[in-house]
């Protein structure tokens, strides 16, 4: 995953120093925050892919010497079905509603949309 996280990092930094010359040349803050969060998500997808290539080493798809057949074995780990999806599109659907409707709403979205989305994270930690 090197090279993607090069690639990555690549466009943060054109992201980063495009926001840097924008915000200087038009002063438009809209389109300055636009593109520093653009540089901000390239950069965590690199960091993301650095970590996973310092984690795992090199892969068959990153060697030129590969053949096909380097890269067989298990796939992935693919989970089970899950309640949390479900739960995290409720408690955003909520969370949402509540926007509109009051803030006792609100919190009661935002408690429900906590719970699924750290069920999401955390429905695995012991595999």
């Known amino acids: 995953m090197r090279t993607e996280a090069i690639l990555f990092g690549g466009v943060a930094v054109f992201f980063g120093g495009s926001a840097a010359l924008y915000g200087v040349w038009s002063g438009?803050?809209?389109?300055?925050?636009?593109?520093?969060?653009?540089?901000?998500?390239?950069?965590?997808?690199?960091?993301?892919?650095?970590?996973?290539?310092?984690?795992?080493?090199?892969?068959a798809q990153d060697r030129t010497d590969a053949e096909v057949v380097d890269g067989a074995g298990p796939v992935a780990f693919f989970p089970d079905e899950s309640v949390w999806p479900v739960v995290t599109a409720l408690g955003f659907a909520v969370t949402a509603t509540g926007v509109v409707f009051g803030l006792w709403l609100f919190l009661?979205?935002?408690?429900?949309?906590?719970?699924?989305?750290?069920?999401?994270?955390?429905?695995?930690?012991?595999?």
């Open 28 to 59: 438009d803050e809209t389109g300055t925050t636009a593109l520093v969060v653009a540089s901000g998500m390239a950069a965590l997808v690199a960091f993301f892919c650095l970590i996973q290539y310092r984690r795992r080493g090199v892969r």
């Open 108 to 127: 009661i979205g935002l408690g429900v949309l906590t719970r699924g989305v750290f069920g999401l994270v955390f429905q695995y930690a012991r595999r």
